[in-house]
C-alpha cells in the first residue's frame, strides 16, 4: 500500500461490544446500537444536524425492515 492509500483511510474508532454474559438477541441489540451511536457522531463530526442525522438513519432502518423477507420454514 502506497502513503497516499494509507492516508485516504479514515481514522475512525469503532465501538466493541462485550461478548460474554450476554444471549444472542442483546448481543446482537448491543453491537446495532454501538454501530449506530458511532455512525451518528460520525454524521455530526461531518457537519450533519441532529434532524439530518434522524431522517438519514429513519430512512436507512425502514429501508431495511421493508426489504426483510424471513425465510418460510420448510414442512
Known sequence: MSDTDES?????????????????VDYLQGRVHFSIMDQMKLMHKSGMSQAEIKKTLLASITEIIDSF???SKSP
Open 8 to 24: 485516504s483511510e479514515p481514522d475512525v474508532f469503532v465501538t466493541e461490544f462485550p461478548k460474554k454474559g450476554f444471549g444472542i
Open 69 to 71: 423477507e424471513p425465510e
